[in-house]
């Protein structure tokens, strides 16, 4: 069974203190890694796809990686307005389906 | 990518009846998907719908609890039938993206079963 699991469930961090979100993954034949972010009340918004280990995607403050096992989230000199919750997804196989894991929710300080 | 409007945006219903979801998307897509997200948790699937054909749905989740509409490739409703407290979640449905854009979703109806 696909499993997909965030760490930390809450981050909180200052204003340009920079950090990472971890996502691990135990899927068969991944045909993408996908983060997302969600706001209160708001469906998630796609931000990268990854699809084989040593790729990376860049996005503003944003920069998301891959290996065989687990992808980071890495956000530099994040900004209030960063503060969301985080979401991790994979699919595998021949399904569509998107497994989630439950994310982390980031808190930015001024 | 696709836009997706989803609505009701929230609805606070009694238990024992229904509520219908609609999902419009601006263009035509093969696979629209509803999830669930209960409090403090992921998302998770609860069905497929092609148009066409009948919904395929996950495990734990049966037709006769949320049946599934897909009269056309830009349209589809999930309800939600017979309510319980239990099933108070964020729904959400969702398409694939083109290229390289990942799945889009709507923004989700907010249930409250009292």
Sequence with gaps: EDQVTQSPEALRLQEGESSSLNCSYTVSGLRGLFWYRQDPGKGPEFLFTLYSAGEEKEKERLKATLTKKESFLHITAPKPEDSATYLCAASGGSNYKLTFGKGTLLTVNP | ?114
């Design chain 2, 1 to 114: 990518s696709a836009v997706i409007s989803q609505k009701p945006s929230r609805d606070i219903c009694q238990r024992g009846t229904s509520l219908t979801i609609q999902c419009q998307v601006d263009s035509q897509v093969t696979m629209m998907f509803w999830y669930r997200q209960q409090p403090g948790q992921s998302l998770t699937l609860i069905a497929t719908a092609n148009q066409g054909s009948e919904a395929t749905y996950e495990s734990g989740f049966v037709i006769d609890k949320f049946p599934i509409s897909r009269p056309n490739l830009t349209f589809s409703t999930l309800t939600v039938s017979n309510m319980s407290p239990e099933d108070s979640s964020i729904y959400l449905c969702s398409v694939e993206g083109s290229g390289t854009d990942g799945y889009t979703f709507g923004s989700g109806t907010r249930l409250t079963v009292v």
